[in-house]
């Protein structure tokens, strides 16, 4: 019996801990610029917009219903829902809230795509995420 | 006579307080309209799409530096007092749940739009961060 609750007191925890944010009912995220496909030159800053609808933003770390802030990937893909998104060169974190950024990028082809993460950095579930695009730097 | 100079200092002190109450913005930062653009024709119902440079946007209530959130301003002008709370009426939207874009519907006619960011408390930045005032015809 005992057991049982200590079972029941694991699964509890457990449950608690690996429940993503519920994404906000209409969320849509979009990158606003550049366009999919876009051409643009090497050795000047992109300007990237970070697009958001039936949703707000809000620093990490800061809990308010149907918030979250802005990750843009770089070349890779998203880690899926309810999934800590990982900090590094291809996963910008905009912890304090920002809706653009400027990045900068070598000649080539690149994917873009951005991703909602809660006040731990936890993806939602479904995950909000936008479209991914490809963009060319010559 | 010792009363009466603590007296003093107290009115001097609450006095001075709305301005030290101000949060501070970055010299750089920059709120403009994304959408619509100045001069613009649109239809009466539309997505107005609110950037911001060098600064986060945060929920009302977040007390951390340089973050705000957005207040679309309609055909009005900017609050004449910037060190009290941006008002709440139709003229004055706030967006305190940290939104970046809404859906605004406007009757025929023009119309002048203008962002003012403010902090946790609804009270404009100093220095303010004000977007141009533009004007839209909607058909």
């Known amino acids: 019996m005992r057991t049982l609750f200590a079972a029941a007191a694991i699964v509890t925890i457990l449950g608690g801990a690996s429940a993503a944010t519920p994404a906000p009912s209409g969320a849509y995220l979009y990158i606003g610029w550049p366009n999919d496909g876009q051409v643009v030159s090497s050795g000047k800053p992109i300007r990237v917009w970070f697009g958001l609808r039936n949703m707000g933003v809000a620093p990490k770390g800061v809990k308010f219903p149907n918030t979250g802030h802005h990750h843009l990937l770089i070349d890779t893909d998203t880690p899926g829902p309810g999934v800590e998104i990982p900090n590094d060169r291809q996963h910008l974190h905009f912890g304090t809230g920002e809706t653009e950024t400027t990045i900068e990028l070598p000649p080539g082809t690149h994917t873009l795509q951005l991703v909602m993460g809660d006040e731990q950095h936890l993806t939602f579930d479904p995950s909000v995420q936008s479209k991914k695009i490809t963009i060319t730097v010559r | ?139």
């Open chain 2, 1 to 139: 006579m010792r009363k009466t100079i603590v007296t003093m200092l107290s009115a001097a002190l609450l006095a001075s307080l709305p301005v030290l109450a101000r949060s501070p913005a970055p010299q750089n930062a920059q709120v403009y309209f994304i959408w619509p653009s100045d001069g613009m024709v649109i239809h009466h119902a539309f997505w107005v799409r609110m950037g911001l440079r060098n600064m986060g946007v945060a929920p009302k209530g977040t007390d951390i530096a340089n973050t705000g959130h957005h207040h679309l301003l309609i055909d009005v002008d900017l609050p004449e007092n910037m060190n009290e709370p941006v008002a709440s009426d139709r003229n004055h939207l706030h967006f305190g749940a940290g939104e970046t874009e809404a859906r605004i519907e406007l009757p025929p006619g023009r119309h002048t739009l203008q962002l003012l960011l403010a902090d946790k408390d609804h009270i404009p930045h100093d220095p303010p961060v004000v977007s141009k005032k533009i004007t839209v015809t909607v058909k």
